[in-house]
């Protein structure tokens, strides 16, 4: 089947919307645009495979195929083709992303996929919470989702809005602000019911990277503003929410002096206490290679009989932190994998004077604000990466790497689509050079 280039632009469009607008509200609802991407790359591969592809581009896609052969050492073979689940999924990004660079997605179809999917996630999060009555969203969902994952995603896309109004603000009118300020007060409350405090910690974390970003690239008086616009929902949100989230705080407080002072791992504080201590001793017994996941079941066993960590902790096949994980069963060649699938992201769309402004076919405005939103996907989900293995599930790892490749497509459209990229095609103020 031969596809105009008209049409693959539009389907590449239509999956940056798919992808963060389904995420939330629908079982693996991540998978319906990376799957469109998919399909799009196969019957599309004659054109991209010809397509020159720019040296950060190749930084980008090695990175990802660096990870697939991390997650193959060390497998559990025994499982058969099944050991091949998770690096597949890493393969199949790399011919995503080479077709998204041949036909990248116009940037307002992400952005409005942020902005949907943050509302759809803070709806769904009310209803469940306040209306069927369960004590956290989405546990009821399929098992390849869970309140912890989804509510971190949630307050990532309610941060996405924020980053919009404060690129976008003086651009756009009153009901759009207002529109997407909405959608940013969703999906932080959206977080905020996930009771997930690894996902505020994360937050908390990358605003104040962001407000500097912000003050130097596009004014300090914008930064004031987006830090005014940020409070409209926190402030009430965190006033009707604060029982609960004061209850959440006293809980990890207690549980952390309950553990220091007792060893007591019976606890959610605890047990990641407990998981990150065992995980670092036995990666220092075996730092280059790691256990293996084999490995680090059957020696976790016996370390737990010996009386050196809880038994609680056997319960869970991994160690409640992405570097440790990584570190405990595929040592440091691990460890160096995930340092660049973190690492060659964010210093691609760190903002720098001789990068920013450099596409013709892209307004400065564009070019800030999607940058500005890659190092908050490459921040956030190494945040989230702090108190459990993200990656280890599906809809971690596919969101990170489908909005990575999404971002870095769209801050690289070709000259004869510069028509229809953008915000409507407006033209930027004074933005792209760092304030001093």
């Known amino acids: 089947m031969n596809l105009t280039e008209a049409t693959h632009l539009r389907l590449t469009s239509l999956a940056a919307?798919?992808?963060?607008?389904?995420?939330?509200?629908?079982?693996?609802?991540?998978?319906?645009?990376?799957?469109?991407?998919?399909?799009?790359?196969?019957?599309?591969?004659?054109?991209?495979?010809?397509?020159?592809?720019?040296?950060a581009t190749r930084w980008l896609a090695g990175a990802v195929l660096v990870m697939a052969l991390v997650w193959l050492h060390g497998s559990d073979w025994s499982k058969g083709v099944a050991v091949l689940n998770k690096p597949v999924r890493y393969l199949l990004v790399v011919p995503c992303l080479l077709y998204l660079m041949r036909f990248p997605p116009q940037l307002r179809f992400l952005l409005a996929g942020f902005a949907v999917g943050a509302a759809c996630g803070g709806v769904r999060a009310v209803i469940e919470v306040m209306v069927l009555g369960l004590e956290r969203p989405w546990t009821s969902a399929e098992k390849t989702s869970g309140a912890i994952q989804l509510g971190n995603l949630c307050g990532l896309f309610g941060v996405m809005c924020w980053l919009q109004l404060a690129v976008y603000w003086q651009r756009w009118r009153w009901p759009l602000r207002l529109a997407v300020l909405v959608?940013?007060?969703?999906?932080?409350?959206?977080?905020?019911?996930?009771?997930?405090?690894?996902?505020?910690?994360?937050?908390?974390?990358?605003?104040?990277?962001?407000?500097?970003?912000?003050?130097?690239?596009?004014?300090?008086?914008?930064?004031?503003?987006?830090?005014?616009?940020?409070?409209?929902?926190?402030?009430?949100?965190?006033?009707?929410?604060?029982?609960?989230?004061?209850?959440?705080?006293?809980w990890a407080i207690h549980e952390v002096t309950s553990y220091e002072s007792t060893g007591d791992a019976n606890t959610s504080v605890g047990?990641?206490?407990?998981?990150?201590?065992?995980?670092w001793a036995m990666g220092k017994d075996k730092p280059l290679l790691g256990w293996g996941e084999v490995g680090y079941v059957e020696e976790k066993a016996r370390r737990v009989a010996a009386g050196q960590a809880s038994p609680v902790i056997l319960e869970f096949g991994h160690a409640h932190n992405e570097v440790l994980d990584m570190f405990v069963k595929r040592g440091l060649i691990g460890v160096a994998g995930l340092g660049m699938l973190y690492f060659v992201p964010l210093a691609l769309f760190w903002p720098r004077r001789r990068t920013v402004g450099t596409n013709a076919a892209l307004p400065l405005?564009?070019?800030?604000?999607?940058?500005?939103?890659?190092?908050?996907?490459?921040?956030?989900?190494?945040?989230?990466?702090?108190?459990?293995?993200?990656?280890?599930?599906?809809?971690?790892?596919?969101?990170y790497l489908a909005l990575t490749s999404l971002l870095w497509a769209s801050l690289h459209p070709h000259l004869a689509n510069a028509a229809t990229q953008g915000q409507g095609g407006w033209r930027p103020k004074a933005v792209g050079a760092p304030r001093s």
Not at 25 to 53: D, F, I, K, M, Q
Not at 379 to 396: I, K, P, W
């Open 17 to 55: 919307f798919l992808v963060p607008a389904l995420a939330l509200w629908l079982p693996s609802g991540y998978a319906w645009g990376t799957a469109l991407l998919l399909v799009g790359a196969l019957l599309g591969w004659p054109c991209w495979l010809r397509w020159p592809t720019a040296p």
């Open 271 to 279: 047990q990641r206490l407990d998981h990150w201590k065992l995980a």
């Open 365 to 399: 405005e564009d070019d800030v604000c999607i940058r500005l939103m890659g190092v908050t996907v490459v921040l956030a989900h190494m945040g989230f990466g702090l108190t459990q293995v993200f990656f280890a599930h599906y809809n971690g790892v596919v969101i």
């Open 183 to 250: 959608c940013c007060g969703l999906g932080l409350l959206g977080s905020l019911l996930s009771q997930t405090r690894g996902g505020w910690l994360a937050i908390a974390l990358c605003l104040p990277v962001l407000v500097w970003l912000i003050a130097r690239w596009v004014s300090r008086r914008r930064a004031v503003l987006a830090i005014a616009v940020l409070c409209v929902p926190v402030v009430p949100l965190g006033w009707h929410m604060a029982p609960q989230l004061e209850q959440r705080l006293d």
